[in-house]
Each structure stands twice: as C-alpha cells, then as structure tokens.
C-alpha cells in the first residue's frame, strides 16, 4: 500500500457536514472521474440542503452531459474575482495545487478547503486532505468521504461515481482496476439498480462522425520504436480545425496509442501553439512514468501521467521527452530481459 499519510477520512468528512455553501471543482479539462466525482459531491450535498457551487477553469461537460441533471456547470470567467459567501470548497481530482490555482485564488479568505484526490504526487494541501494513491479513482475517495460523513447518495450521484470509476479503470482493464473499485460499482448498482448498458452507452457508444475521422488522424499518425514498445502519436491543430473536434476530445485520444498491441510505454502529443505542447504518458508495465514526467514539471500516477513544455519549438521539446522515455524504458527493459511485467 502506497502511504501518502495524507488518509484521514474522518476530519474530512467532519468538515463536510459542517459545510452549508459549497465550491466544488477540479482540474483544468476536466475528465470522467473529475467531472463524475465534482457532480456525485454536488447531486448529493444538495439533496442534503447545502448550497453548491460547481465550476469548471475551463471546457464543459462535453459526453459527461447526461451527469448535469437541471445543474449548470459555471465558468469562473462567468464569477466575480472573490467567490463570498460560500464557506467550504471542495477541490477533487487534482495532484498539485497549482492545477487548482484558478480556483484556489478566487476564494474568500477563511474558506475551509477539503482536497480530494488519488494522485501520487498531491501534496495534501487544504484544510483537511485524502488522497489515496491506491484507489482507482478520485470518485473512489468521494464514495467513501461521503459514506463517512453520512451524506447518503442519490441517484445521479450514483451514476456519477459509477462513471468516474469506470472511465478512471479504462472499464476495468487497467492495471488500477482493485477488488475495492470492484465492489463500489457493485454496491452503486444494487442500491440504486444502475442500468450498465445504458450509461456505457452515454459514456462510450457516442461518438460523432467527427470523432471517428479524428481517432483514424490519431492513428495514422502513430509511430513504433524498440521493437514497438515505445509507441507515439500526435494530435495537431490542424486535426482538430479540419474535424471540428473540441479540446476534450483531443486529450481522449491517449486510448488510440495505448491500444496497440505490444506496446509498452506510449506518448501523446497535442499541439496547442507552435510553442506549446500537452504530453500524456502511458505505461502498460512496471515502468513509472510520472518520474518522467515530473523532469519537465509535470505529474500523475505511475502509470498515467503528463506534463506541458512551453516558449520553444514542438519538435524541440517532443525530442527531449521521446529521449527521456527512450533512456528510461531501456532501462527498464534490462532489467527485465525485454519482458513487459505488469
């Protein structure tokens, strides 16, 4: 077990019953598990007569829509500088405090802060911290804040940590796929009779012709080095102009590298300038990669991390990551005689 010492349930549940007004947001682009753990707080507090305030740094909901119910998910840029009256936030999802900064800076001074989190690397900043690098998913944590705060569920908040589980598990083919994450989306669906088929429609079956053509960009693009356990991808600008694609979109498709057979370690590219580029990195087998990524000031979990290089030329900064990845995954592949072990 992975002890970041930051595990105590009880002052944060403490600290959410006392709450009456709440911020609730995550990391900048949102995924499953931060927009279904955002949402399974927001659905449940407010059922338990709390005032919620759920905000987004930047896109919206995007496929997660269907999450919303008759809820608005509010820009900062639409709130004032200073976000009075309302005395907890609750930040989930976020390893560093500097990716909820823009939420951070907004609050009132003297609003209590309760971090929510599963990532490696996350400080334990706020008021009161659990992050619990085992568990599958941010929405595993708020499953079990929740629980011990006596908060009960609603339907949607169900559905929502159902989503944020299973998104965070690629549906439970990730090496993160535990027998406790097993057991929550059981107990999700038994309690509120969850109909699987339909929310794996809403989170996976959807995709617009738009999407498709994209991922086939994705994958043409894909490149193989070490015999193909390096693989590597890009998504440009001009693949999202030319599919009108959002910015959500772009940064699921680490799953189109990830999925090719032999691969060990994958690298996504996304230009967003000329001078400015996301990576995501992926390992299927023993080899961390959030090392790597923290050497360009990036973060994550072992196997699923990512960074952004800024002020110089892409192909620049793509050559020092594939260097890096390159050098590490050698070794790496030494030490095991060039078998993957997961």
Known sequence: MIDTGFRDYTHAAELLKAGKRFVIGGHPMMDGDAIGSLYALYHSLTHAGRDCLAVTQDVGLGKYQFLDGATTLTPLTDLPDTLDG???????????????????????????????????????????AVVI????????????????????????????????????????????????????????????????????????????????KLEAMVAQSIETRLDGKLVIARVSQQMLDATGCTESEANEMIIIPKSLKGGMVCIMFREMTPEH???????????????IAAKFRGGGHLRAAGCQVYGRPIVDAEADIIAAVTEALESTLKETGGKIIV
């Open 277 to 291: 580029v996301k990576v995501s990195l992926r390992s299927e087998g023993q080899m961390p990669v959030n090392d």
């Open 86 to 128: 309302y005395d907890t936030a609750v930040i989930v999802d976020c390893g560093a405090e500097s990716r909820a900064r823009a939420i951070l800076e907004r609050l009132a001074p003297g609003t209590t802060i309760i971090n929510l989190d599963h990532h490696i690397d996350n400080p334990g900043f706020g008021d009161a």
């Open 133 to 212: 690098p085992d568990a599958s998913s941010s929405g595993e944590v708020v499953y079990h804040v929740l629980k011990q705060a006596g908060i009960p569920l609603t339907q949607t908040a169900a559905e929502c940590l159902f989503t944020a589980i299973v998104t965070d598990t690629g549906r439970f083919s990730f090496s993160n796929s535990t027998p406790e994450s097993f057991r929550i989306v059981a107990d999700l669906i038994e309690q509120f009779g969850l109909d699987v088929a339909v929310l794996a429609g809403q989170i996976y079956r959807a995709k617009t012709p738009q999407r498709l």
